[in-house]
């Protein structure tokens, strides 16, 4: 049998206080249509800790089989695995296969799992590790995003807060594919021309600061770039003011779309936006999308993935947390507790 290791809360609160790692014992030989998998990668996501926080509306079941007294719940949405073994209905996987969960709210902060078919999809070996452990949710939620609100044209400009977020690199990218112009909005730094420099290399039409967005001078040198062509969609990741500002950019009949609030404040529109601009706001949650958009997500991975094979969508830029599969619970803790306390300094991706 093997010992799996998994992260699992039995009351949610800050990850470093209710977090624990357990062990159980799974068979090495599966039975049906259950399949066997290794985790390779599973990155920290802002959406992993607000469900460890308790302020996320979906959320894993509570459990007792890892074989705790109290019911716990597993914590991380999304990585990679490696297929070790399969019982014998199963068809869709093979061992030695990569495959990522079908839904959320699998558990994937863990060495291994038993688990049935329907709940892992087969993903292919052309891309990175890094690409398909990260692929259901940050691309996914850009291309989404890009497309399934205005029907954008090649040449059309959108405009991104949080261009520097995965979601917003991802966004730069698969909008550069489309034709789309960009302006993304980053916060200022010290070293903000590198910052620049990069997105412009992953296809930033343009770069700007919070500072720029706020200044009504600014609005002048936007006009310039766009030569007057209306821009058409917002994605709004931080709220606050930037989105207020952001919007103010915004043509005529353009939308406005949330899908983060890192900047804990809360999405405030100038009222003449939606009166005289005919400005539509709107929320996108990419779980929603699932069963919302039925076939969405199996349509998204497909295209994204074709992109990150073409080279339209290059590696994400993650840090490398490294723990042995075989390791203690103690070590497989620290693997996590270190990606979770380093996840404000650019995405943490623990490595089996
Ligand atoms: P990352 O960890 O890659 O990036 C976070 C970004 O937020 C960084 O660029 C950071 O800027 C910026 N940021 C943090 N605090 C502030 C602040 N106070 N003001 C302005 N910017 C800030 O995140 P992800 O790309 O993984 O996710 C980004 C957001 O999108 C999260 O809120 C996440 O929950 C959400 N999301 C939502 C989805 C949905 O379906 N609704 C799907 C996917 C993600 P800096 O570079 O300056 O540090």
Not at 102 to 129: C, M, P, Q, Y
Not at 132 to 138: D, F, K, R
Not at 198 to 209: F, P, Q
Not at 214 to 240: H, M
Request: aromatic content about 6%; proline content about 5%.
């Amino acid at each position: 049998s093997i010992k799996a290791k998994v992260l699992v809360y039995a009351q949610h609160g800050q990850p470093e206080s209710v977090l624990k790692c357990i062990s159980h014992e799974l068979p090495s030989s599966p039975q049906g249509s259950d399949v066997l998998v290794q985790t390779i990668a599973s990155p920290v996501n802002p959406s992993d800790i607000n469900q460890i926080q308790g302020v996320y509306p979906s959320k894993p079941d509570k459990t007792t089989a890892f074989g705790t007294s109290e019911p716990v719940a597993p914590c991380g949405n999304e990585g990679l695995f490696k297929v070790l073994a399969v019982g014998n209905k199963v068809t869709s996987l093979k061992a030695g296969d990569w495959c990522i969960p079908s839904n959320v709210n699998f558990g994937t902060w863990r060495s291994h799992a038993l688990t049935d078919e329907s709940s892992l999809l087969k993903i292919s070996k052309t891309i990175t590790e890094e690409q398909a452990a990260t692929i259901s949710v940050n691309p996914s939620s850009a291309y989404q995003m890009l497309t399934m609100f205005e029907d954008l044209k090649p040449g059309d400009w959108f405009i991104q807060n949080g261009g520097n977020s995965q979601v917003g690199r991802a966004a730069i990218q698969i909008g550069k594919k489309l034709g789309l112009q960009s302006i993304s909005i980053v916060r200022n730094r010290d070293n903000l021309q590198e910052l620049v420099d990069e997105l412009t290399a992953l296809g930033a039409t343009k770069v700007i600061t919070e500072e720029d967005n706020a200044s009504r001078e600014f609005g002048k040198t936007i006009a310039e770039w766009t030569k007057g062509s209306p821009i058409k969609l917002a994605l709004n990741c931080v709220g606050g003011e930037n989105c207020s500002n952001m919007a103010r950019k915004l043509g005529k009949d353009a939308t406005l779309v949330s899908y983060g609030a890192m900047s804990m404040k809360p999405v405030m529109i100038p009222t003449q936006l939606f009166i005289f601009k005919n400005l539509t706001a709107k929320g996108f949650w990419i779980t929603a999308n699932v069963t919302r958009v039925p076939g969405s997500k199996e349509n998204t991975l497909k295209a994204v993935q074709k992109m990150m094979e073409d080279g339209d969508l290059v590696d994400v830029k993650v840090t490398h947390v490294p723990v042995s599969a075989d390791g203690s619970e103690e070590e497989v803790f620290k693997a996590f507790e270190t990606a979770l306390t380093n996840s404000k300094q650019g995405k943490q991706l623990v490595r089996f």
